[in-house]
């Protein structure tokens, strides 16, 4: 029997490679000579595509915008390879009937320890120590004292999934927990606060862990890094941006906050010289799902994700814009 054809624009990790090759004629746009011709090719009868943020993908990027979506009249399917989306236009999907599924749940754990790390890194200033170390230093005298997590309030923007593990690990370091977010949740035991500005002033760890695209953009702007205050700390693994890069460099700049910790950023893999030249803050290249444990389920959803649609039994992970089975009519 003839397979399907499933389109991967960019490049996933190979075991989503080898699991979808095994189902699907997989068509490796990246490896075309000519992808505009064969985009022309395959785009009116392409079913399936799976996709994922740049960040795996060798700096290939293939936004799967509303003008995409309208290429593919036949489209069925966008398996995402990433618990964010933002490079998916869902909104676009769920008006043609197209369903999304991202990677949630897999990744939680290893998000929270990841976030968790880089908040001990900056505030105890520990990459920094250990260049200390290397370059000789502690042979003359002691690396110079830190700020300290000890008493401090940390504010959760975003309380999913990965913002939840976050919390819990607060908790378990003694921390004061708030959070922000678009509503009230009942089953959480910490102080809601409905204006993140209200929330960043009484908090001095701001923790980003909320959904990248337009609603969030510069939502981290200059009013909430002068509400954080001078002993504040910013930590960012969601999406770059959530945060507005240059109010948040020129606050770093002049002290109006205490530091930063980045995994993600507005450009990446492209970051600012003005942060890399900042020996304060803590840089990370988006890695915060980045083991081998966690990516390698991560890619198995994908394709399960996909064998189980294509199988008629529906997606195994569905994002919200795009619920299954109530999916609306589809527009062709
Ligand atoms: C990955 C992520 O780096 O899941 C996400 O949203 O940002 C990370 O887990 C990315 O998705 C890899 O493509």
Request: charged residues 20%; proline residues 8%; glycine residues 8%.
């Amino acid at each position: 029997m003839a397979q399907d054809d499933l389109l991967m624009p960019v490049p996933l990790p190979p075991l989503v490679q080898e699991g979808l090759a095994k189902s699907f004629n997989l068509i490796k746009l990246w490896e075309e000579r000519d992808p505009e011709a064969v985009l022309a090719a395959i785009a009116p009868r392409m079913r399936f595509i799976a996709t994922g943020v740049p960040i795996l993908a060798d700096g290939v990027s293939y936004p799967i915008s509303a003008a995409v979506v309208a290429r593919f009249p036949k489209l069925e399917l966008v398996a995402n390879l990433g618990v964010g989306y933002d490079n998916i236009d869902a909104g676009a999907c769920a008006a043609r009937g197209v369903i999304v599924t991202n990677t949630p749940d897999v990744l939680t754990e290893e998000t929270a320890d990841t976030a968790f790390g880089l908040l001990l890194c900056v505030i105890r200033q520990f990459p920094q120590a250990d260049r200390y170390l290397r370059e000789g230093k502690w042979l003359k005298t002691g690396f110079p004292l830190t700020a300290s997590l000890r008493g401090r309030t940390m504010g959760i923007v975003g309380l999913g999934r990965i913002g939840r593990a976050i919390a819990r690990r607060g908790e378990a370091f003694g921390l004061k927990i708030a959070y922000h977010g678009r509503t009230a949740q009942a089953d959480a035991p910490w102080p809601f606060y409905e204006r993140l500005e209200d929330m960043a002033r009484a908090c001095d760890i701001l923790m980003v862990s909320t959904p990248g695209g337009p609603a969030t953009r510069n939502l981290i702007d200059a009013k909430i890094l002068d509400a954080l205050g001078p002993q504040g700390v910013l930590i960012n693994i969601a999406r770059g941006s959530v945060v507005d890069e240059p109010a948040l460099i020129a606050a770093l700049r002049e002290g109006r906050i205490l530091s930063a910790g980045l995994d993600v950023f507005a450009g990446e893999p492209e970051v600012p010289a003005e942060l890399i030249a900042m020996d304060h803050v803590v840089l990370l290249p988006h890695v915060g799902s980045a083991s081998h444990a966690t990516r390698d389920a991560m890619s198995a959803l994908v394709v399960d994700n996909a064998l189980s649609f294509a199988a008629g039994r529906g997606p195994l992970t569905p994002v919200a814009e795009t619920p299954w089975p109530s999916r609306p009519e589809k527009a062709h």
